[in-house]
């Protein structure tokens, strides 16, 4: 059997994951090979250290302090080895995971993804209408984020499209190149999901700023923590050799240890709000050395990579800087090494020290650094939804008022079990009535529209073969829920629904609007009364739209309107005395309804 363009670029997808699966998974064996081999040989040499200094000290064979200085050189090394093999081997399980993963989102299974439930509105213009966050939302299949900010900053494009055609324009070009790098983007992800990041790791950062320095105003520390270290040492070496006595040397440690005491508590507060965040700190040192070692050709990722930019070192080099601080400040939590390192060198006070150099030249660019990662990690996620579905198209941003749809399917439904269906619109104001039976298509149809112009505005592709649009806010009514918390009624609740949109196109702004089944919390006639004079003052109004409804006798309105309000239909056909729907949006009002089946 012949097959779709859609399931031929689907398999070939599928065939491509397979092979990265095949790849990496040869790789990591590989990785796991060397771990291994690199372990048997720290034994071996631990042993060898452990016999060669037992040798030298009772066994008094001098030379053999060279041969255990040489391994434990060796030693050293070889740890140092095995933990990026160790970190290598992590990679690669990340991006297996990763291929793994796309697999199912093929099969249309995004479990694997968060879905967003948590930025989820009480309130909003089109969320809860189009599915928008939460189960089987569109966020939940776009979303590959793996930053904290990235997942926010995703969400929040989501419940604000855009309306600025230049900035549609740069993203859906960053969007494109990006959606043909997959090793950049997989490898993005894979960094980003080496560690699990909480709104703790970012609180420390807005904890810090606002700390007073503790000693980089003070000249005196700028001199002791190198006049301390090299007076100690050469104390050290004199003792060795018997030229000053243990107990000038202990003085001299402990009043090293008196400096570091006095501001021992200060100093545990700090570390305490800086402790343990190195892992965080690493993954976006590999995250900003990804990005600013990667060539783009579009206009917003360019600027995105130049925002990186320092005057001295890369900005991946900067946070790496601050990495390598908090990891030597937390040396100390091991309280003997802790004693010896503050003993010679005032080690605390010259961590600290460091640290507060590195925030006085870097912690306004730390905020600006997320951010850049923030907007990559959220463009990631809209590419790998166009790499995944090739047939879908890049918008076309229209300056003229002009709506023209062709081909559309909802993008949430498979392509072989929707029907797809056409709109055009090329004036304002202009409503287009849908009538139709129950379960004929009229909301799914409100919805694919709805959803597929909201990608459009976030810079994605759309599930159509032509998509041109006139950028403005979305306002639907679709689900109109009562509200037991706020003493609410189902029919009060759609009655300030309907209010808020009348109002702000009286305000001026521009809206498409959607509306399905309005004013159904009340008795018929009222109803037909309220509708009718609802779609008068949409058109008064300048409204763009699409309204759903069983009243047929709204159909009449077309006939006062000309132009400007238009008929489409749903019909239902009965076959065998059974319901027949084709889903296939008709000119005109529908003829034909279920209730009377």
């Given at each position: 059997?012949?097959?779709?363009?859609?399931?031929?670029?689907?398999?070939?997808?599928?065939?491509?994951?397979?092979?990265?699966?095949?790849?990496?998974?040869?790789?990591?064996?590989?990785?796991?090979?060397?771990?291994?081999?690199?372990?048997?040989?720290?034994?071996?040499?631990?042993?060898?250290?452990?016999?060669s200094l037992w040798l030298a000290v009772f066994k008094e064979y001098e030379l053999l302090w060279f041969v255990f200085l040489g391994l434990l050189s060796f030693f050293l090394f070889l740890i140092k080895y095995h933990s990026k093999l160790f970190n290598k081997h992590g990679f690669l399980k990340r991006l297996i995971r990763?291929?793994?993963?796309?697999?199912?989102?093929?099969?249309?299974?995004?479990?694997?993804?968060?879905?967003?439930?948590?930025?989820?509105?009480?309130?909003?213009?089109?969320?809860?209408?189009?599915?928008?966050?939460?189960?089987?939302?569109?966020?939940?299949?776009?979303?590959?984020?793996?930053?904290?900010?990235?997942?926010?900053?995703?969400?929040?494009w989501l419940l604000n499209p855009l309306i600025n055609s230049e900035v549609i324009n740069s993203r859906q070009e960053a969007v494109s190149e990006l959606a043909d790098m997959t090793n950049?983007?997989?490898?993005?992800?894979?960094?980003?999901?080496?560690?699990?990041?909480?709104?703790?790791?970012?609180?420390?950062?807005?904890?810090?700023?606002?700390?007073?320095?503790?000693?980089i105003q003070n000249s005196l520390f700028k001199v002791l923590i190198y006049v301390i270290p090299v007076v100690n040492l050469i104390a050290l070496a004199l003792f060795s050799f018997d030229f000053i006595s243990g107990k000038l040397l202990s003085l001299l440690l402990a009043l090293a240890l008196l400096i570091v005491g006095f501001y021992t508590k200060r100093i545990n507060q700090i570390h305490k709000n800086l402790s343990k965040r190195t892992k965080w700190l690493e993954k976006y040192v590999d995250l900003l050395k990804l990005v600013e070692n990667q060539k783009f050709s579009s206009k917003l990722l360019k600027e995105l990579q130049k925002g990186l930019e320092t005057k001295h070192n890369k900005a991946y080099q900067r946070i790496q800087d601050l990495s390598k601080i908090l990891s030597a400040l937390d040396s100390?939590?091991?309280?003997?090494?802790?004693?010896?390192?503050?003993?010679?060198?005032?080690?605390?006070?010259?961590?600290?020290?460091?640290?507060?150099?590195?925030?006085?030249?870097?912690?306004?660019?730390?905020?600006?650094?997320?951010?850049?990662?923030a907007t990559i990690d959220s463009l990631n996620s809209i590419a790998v939804l166009s790499h995944n579905n090739p047939i879908w198209i890049f918008p076309k941003v229209s300056l003229d008022k002009k709506w023209q749809f062709k081909k559309m399917h909802h993008p949430l439904m498979k392509s072989n079990t929707s029907v797809p269906n056409d709109f055009y619109v090329d004036r304002v104001p202009f409503l287009n009535v849908i009538t139709g039976a129950n379960m004929a298509g009229k909301s799914t149809y409100l919805r694919t529209i709805g959803s597929n112009l909201l990608l459009a505005m976030i810079g994605a592709p759309v599930h159509a073969t032509v998509f041109e649009f006139y950028p403005i806010q979305i306002v639907s009514s679709l689900r109109t829920t009562d509200?037991?918390?706020?003493?609410?009624?189902?029919?009060?609740?759609?009655?300030?629904?309907?209010?808020?949109?009348?109002?702000r196109l009286r305000a001026g702004e521009e809206l498409f609007v959607l509306l399905d089944e309005i004013l159904k919390g009340t008795n018929s006639h009222d109803k037909e009364e309220g509708s009718k004079l609802l779609l008068k003052q949409l058109v008064k109004l300048d409204a763009v739209g699409i309204i759903a409804t069983h009243d047929l006798s709204l159909g009449n309105l077309s006939q006062d309107y000309i132009g400007i309000i238009q008929n489409q239909c749903f019909e239902v056909d009965i076959i065998d005395d059974q319901l027949s729907f084709d889903y296939k949006l008709r000119k005109g009002v529908a003829q034909n309804m279920n209730a009377s089946f």
């Open positions: 059997m012949e097959l779709s363009n859609d399931e031929y670029f689907k398999e070939k997808i599928v065939a491509d994951y397979q092979k990265l699966i095949e790849k990496y998974t040869l790789e990591k064996e590989e990785v796991g090979k060397k771990k291994f081999y690199v372990s048997i040989v720290r034994f071996i040499l631990f042993i060898g250290i452990v016999f990763i291929n793994e993963e796309e697999l199912l989102a093929l099969n249309d299974d995004f479990s694997a993804f968060e879905n967003g439930i948590e930025f989820k509105p009480t309130t909003h213009d089109f969320s809860q209408d189009l599915d928008v966050l939460g189960e089987s939302s569109l966020y939940n299949k776009i979303n590959r984020t793996s930053t904290l900010f990235g997942s926010k900053r995703l969400s929040s950049f983007c997989q490898e993005f992800r894979a960094n980003g999901l080496a560690f699990e990041e909480k709104e703790e790791e970012y609180d420390f950062v807005r904890t810090w700023k606002e700390q007073n320095s503790l000693f100390r939590l091991n309280v003997f090494v802790g004693i010896l390192l503050n003993a010679f060198f005032i080690w605390d006070i010259r961590q600290i020290l460091r640290m507060e150099v590195w925030k006085r030249d870097n912690i306004d660019g730390l905020d600006i650094w997320f951010d850049i990662i509200s037991l918390m706020k003493n609410e009624s189902y029919f009060y609740a759609e009655i300030k629904r309907l209010q808020m949109i009348v109002h």
